[in-house]
């Protein structure tokens, strides 16, 4: 799964790296310790086919969810069964966006140790990663109130280096895939489907971090600072 990532970079190079034409004015801070239920930057395309950044609520609220909360538990939404769930059928169909994500977490069980070990994971060469995601928009219980947006990531099995820690991983989308992934004009699940496949191993790189992470009041670049364990790391 994907629970905790950092989101530090400005969102003018955020645009500019992910070739979006249109920015939300609501700028968000520098985190990182980014949790569920907070706001986060998503590339999403317009009805009018533009590519905007905005922030949006993490954590998808189907537009048939009766309550907010329906979101807490909506984080995440595997990949293998996009296409079969109602929370997210039609929003893989038509409603497709990417979550850039600096660099995310992921807790490992240390054979002998009572707490997890957190780890950072971030691409070798230090660009964000295009994260898969789909958004919905809710209109209250009965339909009629204002939009809410929101959005969920999408997981999948974890390449060779991540199964080290944990055996599933956020999608990441190549470049390549982006136009396509964003249409909200392409409709073939089995094309889109066929985009959800596990980053090369190649592509990440981890290391072990703080235990203060587990805390999401914690915060501070310090944070992603590796540091050193006893005994053997996964490698």
Same mark, same amino acid.
């Given at each position: ?16 790296? @992910?070739? +979006?034409?249109?920015?939300? *004015?609501?700028?968000?801070? !520098?985190?990182?310790?980014?949790? #569920?239920?907070?706001? &986060? ?87 964000? @990663?295009? +994260?898969?995601?789909?958004? *919905?928009?809710?209109?209250? !219980?009965?339909?009629?109130?204002? #939009?809410?947006?929101? &959005? ?84």
């Amino acid at each position: 799964m994907c629970g905790r990532f950092v989101s530090a970079t400005p969102p003018d190079q955020i645009a500019q790296y @992910f070739g +979006v034409e249109e920015v939300s *004015e609501t700028v968000l801070e !520098p985190n990182y310790n980014v949790a #569920p239920t907070t706001d &986060v930057y998503t590339v999403l395309e317009t009805r009018e086919g533009v590519r905007r950044l905005e922030p949006v609520h993490w954590g998808l609220v189907p537009f048939w969810a009766k309550e907010l909360k329906v979101g807490n538990r909506m984080i995440n939404a595997r990949a293998e069964t996009l296409a079969e769930k109602n929370a997210y059928k039609r929003a893989f169909a038509k409603r497709r966006c990417i979550i850039p994500v600096d660099g995310f977490y992921e807790w490992h069980k240390r054979p002998g140790h009572p707490t997890k070990q957190p780890y950072y994971v971030e691409r070798v060469d230090g660009a964000p @990663f295009a +994260v898969a995601g789909l958004w *919905e928009i809710w209109r209250g !219980p009965d339909g009629d109130g204002d #939009p809410f947006p929101s &959005v969920t990531i999408i997981t999948g099995a974890a390449n060779e280096k991540m199964a080290a820690i944990h055996d599933r991983m956020p999608i990441v989308l190549p470049p390549a895939a982006w136009d396509t992934w964003l249409d909200r004009d392409v409709s073939d699940l089995d094309l889109l489907g066929g985009l959800l496949v596990p980053a090369p191993s190649e592509l990440i790189t981890l290391h072990p971090v703080s235990t203060e992470v587990n805390n999401v009041r914690n915060g501070g670049a310090h944070l992603i600072d590796p540091v050193e364990l006893d005994g053997d790391e996964p490698t």
